[in-house]
Antibody, heavy 119, light 106 residues
């Protein structure tokens, strides 16, 4: 059974940093591209970043470029999102998702971890 | 980064009623995917490659479309189908979601 479990969320002050983790199990992690998707309170889904199966390629939405870094440790089957210079508008639930790259759909999602940026 | 227009934004349907949700893609020649999200839970893949049902999705659901217009249809609405549905366009970065359609039971 595919499982994705995020951790690392919480309350953080504007301008500070936070690192999210996503532990994957039930599939061969290093065969899949992975992604982070966020959802602000009572809002829709927004893609944040994607990383290729081997970590060689990364992609970001414009609003997080230069501030967020997606990475992975295939030996630990874990995905990360380093978030720096956090802003109030980054407040959201962050979901880890597996990406089926052939046709570009998110086929499994984690339960999410909430990040609140506030002083 | 654009949000794909979906319509309606909110709707209510009676049990047994037919429901259609539409999504307008930003480019043609793509596949459209749909995700279902119930309140307080994470999204689930519901339809992929425009018309294929994800594992466990009842066959009263269907997906269709071409060009820039795509739709999700429920042949006969059931109580458990109340949720928010998001379309998601494939095949290029940034990966783009629809604005969402909240479907309620009447």
């Amino acid at each position: 059974e595919v499982q994705l479990v995020e951790s690392g969320g919480g309350l953080v002050q504007p301008g500070r940093s936070m690192k999210l983790s996503c532990a994957a199990s039930g599939f061969t992690f290093n065969n899949y591209d992975m992604a982070w998707v966020c959802q602000a309170p009572k809002k829709g889904l927004e893609w944040v970043a994607t990383i290729s199966y081997d970590g060689s390629s990364t992609y970001y939405r414009d609003s997080v470029k230069g501030r967020f870094t997606i990475s992975r440790d295939n030996a630990k089957s874990t995905l990360y999102l380093q978030m720096d210079s956090l802003r109030s508008e980054d407040t959201a639930t962050y979901y880890c998702a597996r990406l089926e790259k052939l046709d570009w759909y998110f086929d499994f999602w984690g339960p999410g971890t909430m990040v609140t940026v506030s002083s | 980064d654009n949000v794909l227009p979906q319509s309606p934004t909110t709707m209510a349907a009676s049990p047994g009623e037919k429901v259609t949700i539409t999504c307008h893609a930003s480019s043609s020649g793509i596949y459209m995917n749909w995700h279902q999200q119930k309140s307080g839970t994470s999204p689930k893949l519901w339809i992929y490659d425009t018309s294929k049902l994800a594992s466990g999705v009842p066959d009263r659901f269907s997906g269709s479309g071409s060009g820039t217009s795509y739709s999700l249809t429920i042949n006969t609405m059931e109580t458990e189908d109340a949720a928010t549905y998001y379309c998601q366009q494939c095949c290029s970065t940034p990966l783009t979601f629809g604005s969402g359609t909240k479907l309620e039971i009447k």
